[in-house]
Every structure is written in C-alpha cells, then in structure tokens.
C-alpha cells in the first residue's frame, strides 16, 4: 500500500465510506463533536486535557485545524466517516502508529467518534470492518488498540464479535505519565 501519509486511501462499503476529514466537513463535525450524549465515548486519553467537545464553530475549526496540521506532521491521520444513505459526516476514525515504552509499543491506536445515534453494535461492528483490515499495513502493526470504556455496552458488543479481547495492560500516557485503562486489543491473523 501507498504511505497513508502521502495518500490517504478512501476506503468504503456499501453503507459508509471513510476519507480524509476536510474543512467542508465543518458543519457535520460542529453537530458530532457538540452531541453531548456522544462525548462519553470519546477516548481523549493523552490528548493535553482535550476532551473533543467542540460546541462553537472556533471551537471545531481549531481542532479540524489540528488535525490537518497533525497529518502534515505525520502524526495521525483522522478520516471522516460519512453515511452514504444520508450523505452526511456521521463521525470520524483516528489511527496512528504508536511508539512507546509500554506494552503497547509499536500497537496501531483507533479511536473511533460517531454521533450517538450511531453507538450501535452493527454500526460499529461495520465500521471496524472498513478500517482494521488496511490498518495493519498502512500503520505498519501487527496490533490495534482502542479504548472501549465499561459503560459502552453497544461498543464492547460491536469489538467482541469483531474479535477484540479487553487487555489487562495500562496505556502510558507519553507526555503525562499517567495510566490509563480500558483499552482492548486485536492482533493481525
């Protein structure tokens, strides 16, 4: 595959498709990233205190801002996830190789947003079928990881059945040292 970081793929099934965030996605992000009763499963672990509640237009600006700037830099790469049936951003996938000094060292890290009335087991269960498969070759890992907190019940249904197993391992936070749990784990077959 190409370097994520000088193509980013557009990947897809009959359902969603994922590619890379733009600025025109401002609107469909302002709505995803102000749902209040999607913030809970959010992972903003190691993120310097960003919890991605953006309930302004500055707010969403700067962070979609961040994100493209983070891609230049080589450190993420966030898809939008769009529903084809309406058309619109419905959430959004991040993935990046990880390079720490823990047990998730060299692990692909997904975090996975989508608006609350779209935290349904299905859902999710196909979107993971979308990104997981090319993440390992474009991530250059053999392991992913994504934090599934024991209140996302839809969530923890959604990575079991697609063969994630929860990890007694804590994430080491690179910048603050602190330990943070709740995080599952699939390997490549």
């Not at 401002?26 to 953006?54: I, T, V």
């Not at 823990?102 to 999710?124: M, T």
């Amino acid at each position: 595959m190409n370097n994520v970081y000088e193509e980013c793929p557009i990947l897809e099934n009959d359902k969603f498709l994922l590619r890379f965030v733009t600025k025109e996605d401002f609107a469909d992000l302002l709505k995803l990233y102000s749902d209040k009763n999607a913030l809970p499963f959010f992972n903003s672990d190691n993120c310097h205190g960003d919890n991605f509640y953006y309930p302004t237009k500055e707010r969403m600006d700067n962070a979609i801002d961040f994100w493209l700037y983070s891609y230049n830099q080589k450190f993420f790469v966030r898809w939008a996830i769009i529903d084809k049936k309406t058309e619109e951003v419905i959430g959004t996938i991040e993935l990046f190789h990880r390079i720490a000094e823990d047990d998730f060292n060299h692990a692909g890290v997904l975090r996975l947003d989508v608006r609350s009335d779209y935290e349904k087991s299905e859902i999710i269960n196909e979107l993971l079928s979308i990104i997981i498969p090319p993440a390992y070759d474009l991530f250059d890992c053999t392991e992913i990881i994504s934090k599934v907190p024991v209140y996302a019940i839809e969530r923890m249904d959604a990575f079991t059945s697609y063969g994630f197993e929860k990890s007694e391992s804590l994430l080491e936070g690179t910048m603050d040292h602190y330990l943070y749990n709740n995080y599952w784990i699939i390997s490549k077959q």
